[in-house]
């Protein structure tokens, strides 16, 4: 093997029943580690792995950094009597090496964490320039419509609920059409008895048709200019 190349990996038993050290001959109980050598089963103490702590398994990233820091580490498995077969617990390392690989994981948690604020505030930033953008064109096109009714126009078309023309590319691009689209919407909402026509069960089409001349009445009073 060449000498960097990584040894193969010491293997620590978990033992499922009492034992006894072949060099030190003290007592241990079950659960308690040890090592096969040619002479039988050794203890931690003997087999200079004393100083390492045991890491249980159950995340990868800590268990790989970890194992990736430490001098000396071990895999600890134990020995499954349902399933015949020896299964990881975890590992050994040093704590130092432990305690590194816990400070990168959290540190990319924190980091994850800053990327996932900074994107939401991206998006509020979006928002609220769009919100502002609409406002202008809806003045611009509507110099007769109240400026606090075209700010809450933009604000409602900005919301992120889907159909609303501030989450289409028409309504992004402050397409004419589409800001007509949303004042002619607050309209019929706000200044006819279209919802009413609605609860009072009239088809959305004649509902519709009901208020239109009424909607096209405000577009045309708004597109004209403020009241003088
Ligand atoms: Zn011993």
Redesign the pocket.
């Known amino acids: 093997m060449a000498p960097d190349a990584r040894p193969a990996d010491l293997l620590v038993i978990a033992a499922t029943r009492p034992w006894t ?1 072949a ?2 001959s ?1 007592e241990f109980d079950r659960g308690s580690f040890l090592t096969m050598e040619d002479a039988g089963p ?2 931690t ?2 087999a200079d792995l004393v100083h390492l702590e045991f890491l249980p398994r159950g995340d990868a990233a800590l268990t790989r950094r970890a194992r990736g820091q430490s001098r000396l580490s071990a895999v600890v498995v134990r020995w499954s009597r349902s399933r015949r077969r020896y299964e990881r617990q975890g590992i050994l390392a040093e704590t130092d090496a432990i305690e590194q690989a816990e400070r990168e994981c959290l540190a990319d948690a924190a980091a994850r964490e800053r990327r996932r604020q900074r994107e939401v505030l991206r998006r509020v930033e979006q928002d609220e320039r769009f919100v502002a953008d609409l406002t202008e064109a809806i003045r611009a096109r509507f110099p007769g419509c109240p400026a606090d009714r075209a700010a809450r126009i933009a604000r409602h078309a900005g919301e992120r609920s889907s159909g609303r023309i501030g989450r289409t590319r028409a309504g992004r691009a402050l397409d004419p059409e589409a800001v007509r689209l949303a004042v002619a919407a607050a309209i019929r909402h706000e200044d006819t008895p279209y919802d009413e026509l609605l609860m009072s069960g009239h088809a959305r089409s004649d509902a519709r048709e009901l208020v239109r001349q009424e909607v096209a009445r405000v577009l045309d009073g708004w597109r004209a200019g403020p009241v003088s």
Do not use: A, G, S, W
């Open positions: 050290c060099e030190c003290t050794v203890c103490v003997c």
